[in-house]
Antibody, heavy 117, light 109 residues
Framework: QVQLVESGGGLVKPGGSLRLSCAASGFTFSDYYMSWIRQAPGKGLEWVSYISSSGSTIYYADSVKGRFTISRDNAKNSLYLQMNSLRAEDTAVYYC??????????WGQGTLVTVSS | QSALTQPASVSGSPGQSITISCTGTSSDVGSYNLVSWYQQHPGKAPKLMIYEVSKRPSGVSNRFSGSKSGNTASLTISGLQAEDEADYYCCSYAGRHVVFGGGTKLTVL
């Protein structure tokens, strides 16, 4: 069955860095575009970034552009989010998701990132 | 990249119908038939309920329907049931990015 399992979340100080990973299984990972979406505690969903199936097309939300980098390794069936210069407002549950807004839409259970001194 | 506008809350009694609106702009909702709706229960990941404005994924009840007019999309839930109580988010493709609505809390009275 389809599985997306995020990891790498935790507590980090403002200005610090963190790398999130998303391990995919149960489908042909290289066929799908992937996204990161986050949700601050008690708040709504916020799209963070998108990467095409080959990795050739990448988009970012203005709120993270220049600080976050999305990447993928199709040989390892993995999606990544490198987060630098973290701010308190980046505190959120980070979800990786497959092909959002399509019949193949699928989300992981999320990993919590807390930015605090 | 402003969030789409949704009412903060709606409510209805079991068996009734409710509609949640989602207002965007000519750069997102108005330009693309790529509006989707998600249901989220507390502590759970969002679940896709509607995609491409009005299409239902396999397994989603036909009590859920979607539509769009101009810059505003709508989600209608008919025959409300207790398990429909959740947060609902609209989402639209907008060219080089994706935008979500602020979310609507549905209470089943």
């Amino acid at each position: 069955q389809v599985q997306l399992v995020e990891s790498g979340g935790g507590l980090v100080k403002p200005g610090g860095s963190l790398r999130l990973s998303c391990a995919a299984s149960g489908f042909t990972f290289s066929d799908y575009y992937m996204s990161w979406i986050r949700q601050a505690p008690g708040k709504g969903l916020e799209w963070v970034s998108y990467i095409s199936s080959s990795g050739s097309t990448i988009y970012y939300a203005d709120s993270v552009k220049g600080r976050f980098t999305i990447s993928r390794d199709n040989a390892k069936n993995s999606l990544y989010l490198q987060m630098n210069s973290l701010r308190a407002e980046d505190t959120a549950v980070y979800y990786c998701a497959r092909d959002i807004g399509s019949p193949d839409d699928y989300w992981g259970q999320g990993t919590l990132v807390t930015v605090s001194s | 990249q402003s969030a789409l506008t949704q009412p903060a809350s709606v409510s209805g009694s079991p068996g009734q119908s409710i509609t949640i609106s989602c207002t965007g702009t000519s750069s997102d909702v108005g330009s693309y038939n790529l509006v989707s709706w998600y249901q989220q229960h507390p502590g759970k990941a969002p679940k896709l309920m509607i995609y491409e404005v009005s299409k239902r994924p396999s397994g989603v009840s036909n009590r859920f329907s979607g539509s769009k007019s101009g810059n505003t999309a709508s989600l209608t839930i008919s025959g409300l049931q207790a398990e429909d109580e959740a947060d609902y988010y609209c989402c639209s493709y907008a060219g080089r990015h994706v935008v979500f609505g602020g979310g609507t809390k549905l209470t089943v009275l």
